[in-house]
Each structure stands twice: as C-alpha cells, then as structure tokens.
C-alpha cells in the first residue's frame, strides 16, 4: 500500500510541473518556428537582392547595345561620303565640259604648226584659228599612228606601217591611203584642258578658238 502511494505520489508530481510550465514548451516551439521564418526570408532577401544585379547586369548590357547602335549609324556617313564621289565623277568630261568630251591635253602642250600625239586614237593640232582634233588612225590599214606614227614639225604626220603620209590639216600628201583622216568636235575650258568627243565627225576647218 505505501509502494503505491509512493508512484502515485511521483505520478503526480511529473503532472503538475508539467501542468504549470505551458509556456515554456510554447516557447522553445515558437522560437524553433522564428528560426525557419527568419532563415526563410534572409533567403528570400539574398535571391531578391541577386535578381536586382541580374536586372542591372541586362540594363548595362541593353545601354551598351544602344551605344553599339549609335556608333553604326555614325558610321553611314561613309556611304554618303562615297554617293557624293560617285556624283561628281559622273558629272562631265572634267574642267566643266559635258561628259560627252574626253580630256586629251592641255593648250600649253600644244606647238603652233606641229601635231601632238595625244593617245586614244587622237592626234591634237593648233593653228592660228585655235585647236583641233583628228583621228589618228590610218585611212590605209587603220594603223594607230600614235604608237605607229612619225610627226614632222610644220610638215604633218607619216603612218609608219606603209608609209602613208599626211599633213597637219589631215590631207594625204603620199599614199597608199587614199582618204584624209576625220577631225573630231573638240571644246575647251577656261583652264585650257583639250576635250575631245570622237563620236562626232566635224568639217575640217572645225576650230575651238583660244581664249
């Protein structure tokens, strides 16, 4: 009977401390609980804040491809720079005469009597009348008496294949050839610079007077 006592007794004792120390347990449970939530939003905040320098990172990134953006643009000034060369090649045959005349010579290169060879199938002349221009090719074989000719101041021009001769005016002086060479339209420039369009047979007494 007292060993029952005795359990009871210690039963009980267990019981009431329990009984009078709720707060206790609520306690350490509670703070377990703020441990976890304050872990939980400290991971929260560490990913926010990795997701605001990612943000960053994809601003300065778009800027940077703006700026690239800018510069490639500045840079098409190149093909106006190349529309307006393009424009002022194509704008006449050079001094401010049509396109339609090739530049051949300069006035100051020419010698009062005597026939210039100026390439291109052409020969230059200057009298007292101004300038003018013939056709260099040979009326016999069509011989260049350019790389294939022989000038004779005051005299004219000998065609060094077959010997066919010609004056300054173009007029044969000694065949084979039979036919006197073509003067071509000619025009000058303020400068003096020779333009010569081959494309357009002339009369002979054709000039381009000296200014």
Known sequence: M???????????????????????????????????????????????????????????????????????STGSTGSTGSASSAS?????????????????????????????????????????AGVYAMSALCTHKFCDMNPKGQVTAGVGVRCTCHSSKFDNNGAVTQGPAVKALDHFDCALTAAGQIGVDKTQVVAVGFRAKVV
């Open 88 to 128: 002022s090649a194509s704008s006449g045959g050079g001094g401010g005469l049509p396109a339609k005349y090739t530049v051949l010579g300069n006035v100051a290169d020419l010698v009062l009597g005597t026939l210039k060879q100026a390439g291109q199938g052409v020969l230059l002349g200057l009298d007292a």
């Open 2 to 72: 007292n060993e029952r006592r005795v359990f009871l007794k210690v039963v009980g004792a267990g019981a009431l401390a329990a009984a009078c120390n709720p707060a206790e347990t609520d306690s350490t449970a509670s703070g377990s609980e703020a441990t976890s939530t304050s872990a939980t939003g400290n991971s929260a905040a560490t990913g926010g804040a990795g997701g605001a320098g990612g943000g960053s990172n994809s601003t300065d990134a778009a800027t940077a491809a703006g700026s690239g953006g800018s510069t490639g």
